[in-house]
């Protein structure tokens, strides 16, 4: 049994329409699972850069690749667990295989982050730079998946530039949150 396959570029403006509910469904999995991992990692990222006095890069990366693998094996557990008491059995083959791609893909946005401190790793920018570019990119990263979303609706463009203030307000306390837990 073969997958009905996707738009080559889902984001694209015009292929919504063309996508089909389980595609749309796919996407938002995807984006929500990148979301919960960027906003662990960003508070990670956060926590380490406000004590970062003597800090190495391969602590604060050990840290960072110990905080989205946890984050995505918890996602991971969680919809192995709604699946459970959803469906009464464990998922087929093709689900357990969907499942494992949309949480292991949302490991991407440890990339730069880590790539930064690789940098400061080399002696060529200290910790601390390397942590606010990883601020930066995760903040970016945030954006991005909110713009993804808002731009898809039917708002017109004052109330979807609102919408995206909203969004931003709400994951700035989101942080700040997270932060408080992270101390």
Same mark, same amino acid.
């Given at each position: 049994?073969? %997958?009905? &396959?996707?738009?080559? $570029? ?5 292929? $919504?329409a063309t996508m089909t509910p389980e595609e749309r469904e796919d996407l938002a999995e995807r984006l929500r ?5 960027? *906003?662990? %990692?960003?508070?990670? !990222?956060?926590?380490?850069? /406000? ?7 391969? !602590? ?6 110990? !905080?989205?693998? #946890?984050?995505?094996?918890? @996602? ?13 059995? *464990?998922?087929? &083959? $093709? $689900?357990?295989? @969907? ?20 940098? /400061? ?6 910790? %601390? !730079? ?9 903040? @970016? ?9 808002? &731009?898809?609706? +039917? ?9 995206? #203030?909203?969004?931003? @307000? ?7 949150? +997270? ?5």
């Amino acid at each position: 049994m073969s %997958t009905p &396959r996707r738009p080559a $570029h889902p984001d694209q403006p015009g292929t $919504h329409a063309t996508m089909t509910p389980e595609e749309r469904e796919d996407l938002a999995e995807r984006l929500r699972e990148r979301v919960y991992v960027t *906003f662990a %990692t960003l508070a990670v !990222t956060l926590t380490l850069l /406000a004590h970062a006095h003597g800090l190495g890069a391969g !602590t604060a990366a050990a840290s960072l690749t110990i !905080t989205a693998v #946890g984050t995505v094996a918890a @996602a991971w557990l969680a919809e192995l667990i709604s699946h459970l008491a959803a469906h009464g059995g *464990f998922p087929d &083959r $093709h $689900h357990l295989a @969907a499942m494992t791609r949309t949480s292991a893909g949302a490991l991407v946005t440890l990339v730069f982050p880590l790539l930064a401190l690789a940098v /400061a790793g080399l002696g060529w920018w200290e910790v %601390t !730079t390397a942590l606010r570019v990883g601020v930066g990119v995760l903040i @970016a990263t945030l954006v991005l998946i909110a713009w993804l979303g808002i &731009r898809r609706t +039917k708002l017109p463009w004052p109330a979807r530039i609102l919408a995206l #203030g909203v969004l931003a @307000a709400l994951a700035v306390g989101v942080v700040g949150l +997270k932060l408080l837990a992270h101390g």
